[in-house]
Nanobody, 121 residues
Framework: QVQLVESGGGLVQAGGSLRLSCAASGSIFSINVMGWYRQVPGKQRELVAAITSGGSTNFADSVKGRFTISRDNAKNTVYLQMNSLKPEDTAVYYC???????????????WGKGTLVTVSS
């Protein structure tokens, strides 16, 4: 069994900051990519940021220069630091991880249940 649990969402004023965390637990052999997606009602889930086990990162154009992503491989945890937040950043933020479970030969993508971020104007 593998679980991804997000934390750190909430309500913040425009221009403020939030830090999201996501911890993966269970019988994990290795984690390649960890990332954050977000979704608003009526729209597709979109990539916000991703980071490989080696530290390479990828960001959506809309968050470049405002958000940073980092991870602690020893703790199987990924973080999303969100600065200069805008009302259009309001969404449910989902963590994901491309990982291989212990004893398995291939990987799968796992998702957290999401955490709501609301940015007021």
């Amino acid at each position: 069994q593998v679980q991804l649990v997000e934390s750190g969402g909430g309500l913040v004023q425009a221009g403020g900051s939030l830090r999201l965390s996501c911890a993966a637990s269970g019988s994990i052999f290795s984690i390649n990519v960890m990332g954050w997606y977000r979704q608003v009602p009526g729209k597709q889930r979109e990539l916000v940021a991703a980071i490989t086990s080696g530290g390479s990162t990828n960001f959506a154009d809309s968050v470049k220069g405002r958000f940073t992503i980092s991870r602690d491989n020893a703790k199987n945890t990924v973080y999303l630091q969100m600065n200069s937040l805008k009302p259009e950043d309001t969404a449910v933020y989902y963590c994901n991880a491309d990982l291989v479970r212990a004893g398995w030969s291939s990987g799968m993508r796992y998702w957290g249940k999401g955490t709501l971020v609301t940015v007021s104007s």
